[in-house]
């Protein structure tokens, strides 16, 4: 009998873990195709609407000056748009090759930030608060991406109107750099999932919103490849704040 029981118990772990690694291995292979989906929409649109608006500056030789001057402005976005999907998948597929090659300096956070701002035509709304004084050392090239994705993610997920916040703070061991929307915020279950490859929460509140799941997985690794860490906590009344949380090594 005591055989038995060790031969069954064994069996049932077994089984435990063969069914885990299946459905997880069901669960990536889900989100790769919907990463596919997403990816193959989210070309097609710019592509699509740059060729729009440049036939129609081509074909209506009467156009007046303003519909000229915002036909190209929709241009440039889109192409700013397919500029950055494109980098993103071009970096998801190189950051693990990537890890040991950081090449840090230091930067003046804030100034490095309103440069980031003011290249985008798609940020509108920005407030950044980061003190005047702070001198971080990081890769510039690097930190770009997660300045832009976590602007992007703030931004899609907030209305048009509403004002998104770009923070420092530093304690006795760390610098926090946080960024702040008033958006439909974050499910408590689905907070360190959202910055695994590919995901991207399905509920009634995001299903709608475009995106590929590449965004905050880029953040997160590349955080961790220069020894600091993100998580996201709810923003009161509503919405969310993404914190990076920086030793204050890199702070010179």
């Known amino acids: 009998m005591g055989e038995a029981t060790v031969f069954v118990t064994l069996i049932g772990i077994g089984a435990f873990y063969v069914i885990r690694s299946f459905y997880r291995e069901f669960s990536l292979a889900k989100r790769q195709k919907n990463f596919s989906l997403s990816v193959t929409h989210e070309l097609k649109t710019p592509i699509a609407s740059t060729r729009l608006f440049a036939e129609t500056l081509l074909n209506r030789k009467e156009i007046s000056e303003d519909k000229k001057q915002s036909s190209l402005e929709k241009i440039?976005?889109?192409q700013d748009r397919l500029q950055q999907l494109v980098d993103k998948i071009l970096l998801a597929s190189s950051i693990g090759e990537s890890k040991q090659s950081l090449s840090y300096k230091p930067i003046a956070f804030k100034e490095f930030v309103?440069?980031?701002?003011?290249s985008n035509s798609f940020y509108n709304n920005i407030q950044n608060n980061i003190d005047e004084k702070l001198v971080l050392s990081v890769d510039d090239f690097y930190m770009t991406s997660v300045i832009q994705n976590l602007l992007d993610n703030a931004r899609k997920y907030s209305s048009a109107e509403e004002t998104i916040v770009v923070e420092s703070k530093i304690d006795s061991s760390n610098l926090f750099i946080s960024?702040?929307?008033?958006?439909i915020g974050v499910p408590d279950?689905?907070?360190t999932k959202i910055f695994e490859q590919f995901y991207r929460v399905e509920d009634e509140d995001t299903r709608s919103y475009k995106g590929t799941g590449l965004g905050l997985y880029l953040v997160n690794e590349i955080v961790k490849m220069h020894g600091a860490k993100i998580y996201c906590k709810n923003n009161n009344p509503k919405g969310s704040i993404f914190t990076i949380q920086f030793k204050l090594e890199n702070v010179k």
């Open 76 to 78: 440039i976005q889109e």
């Open 114 to 118: 309103n440069t980031i701002v003011n």
């Open 179 to 183: 960024f702040i929307d008033k958006g």
């Open 189 to 191: 279950k689905e907070k």
